[in-house]
């Protein structure tokens, strides 16, 4: 949203392509994390954590998920660098903060005239 919200000139040319990285790389992860619980849950009733049949299930679940997360380790930190510039600029979603004075409790003030 505050990438589409920015004036054109503030974007850098490779967010869109570290966003695509990262959005594929999720529902990668999505889609093997839910193969793992299916096949967790096909397990045989004795394959439990620390047994042969369980752990080289859960390590071939773990390998196939390093590569998507070595993509977020890589690319993540675009999420930061376009919510900086978001905020450098002028942006609904980004708001500039504004001060408000509030007068302290138990004081009085007085006004010449």
Do not use: C, K
């Amino acid at each position: 949203m505050q990438l589409r919200n920015m004036p054109a000139d503030a974007v850098q040319n490779h967010w869109g392509y570290q966003l695509g990285v990262l959005h594929a790389a999720l529902d990668r992860l999505d889609a093997l994390h839910e193969e793992w619980l299916l096949t967790r849950d096909d397990l045989p009733a004795e394959a439990r954590p620390g047994t042969p049949v369980f752990d080289d299930a859960e390590a071939e679940y773990h390998a196939e998920s390093w590569s998507y997360l070595d993509d977020w380790a890589i690319h993540g930190s675009v999420l930061r660098e376009i919510n900086t510039a978001a905020r450098h600029n002028s942006s609904p979603l980004a708001p500039s903060p504004t001060a408000t004075a509030v007068p302290a409790l138990g004081r009085t003030t007085s006004v010449r005239r």
